[in-house]
Nanobody
Framework: VQLQASGGGLVQAGGSLRLSCAAS????????MGWFRQAPGKERELVAT????????HYADSVMGRFAVSRDNAKNTLYLLMNSLKPEDTAVYYCAANPTTWDNVLITTNQYAYWGRGTLVTVSS
């Protein structure tokens, strides 16, 4: 399984970015997907998670109403649209995957078996 995140960069506060995560080596529809982030000196934390069908979604409180997670199962790709970005959103963003037999979401880092390398998002004030 390989996960390749892209789309990070430098953006001003209030701006938007869309992250993508291209997945390969797996049957994408058999995996729950998640976005996590890790800021310097902090633990990795959940941003959003989405079930294989896209029906079930969970967001961290800190991004609720600003970020939107989605997936295109035909393209084996996970997305994260980030709006109204704040300096505190600055972090390395990782996509993660875990096989599942249920249409569920997973919210902790230790529930995911596969991780991408991450893409850096920097929000300037």
């Amino acid at each position: 399984v390989q996960l390749q995140a892209s789309g990070g960069g430098l953006v001003q506060a209030g701006g938007s970015l869309r992250l993508s995560c291209a997945a390969s080596g797996l049957t994408f529809t058999k995996y729950v997907m998640g976005w996590f982030r890790q800021a310097p000196g902090k633990e990795r934390e959940l941003v959003a998670t989405i079930s294989w069908s896209g029906v079930s979604i969970h967001y961290a409180d800190s991004v609720m109403g600003r970020f939107a997670v989605s997936r295109d199962n035909a393209k084996n790709t996970l997305y994260l649209l980030m709006n109204s970005l704040k300096p505190e959103d600055t972090a390395v963003y990782y996509c993660a995957a875990n096989p599942t037999t249920w249409d569920n979401v997973l919210i902790t880092t230790n529930q995911y078996a596969y991780w991408g390398r991450g893409t850096l998002v920097t929000v300037s004030s």
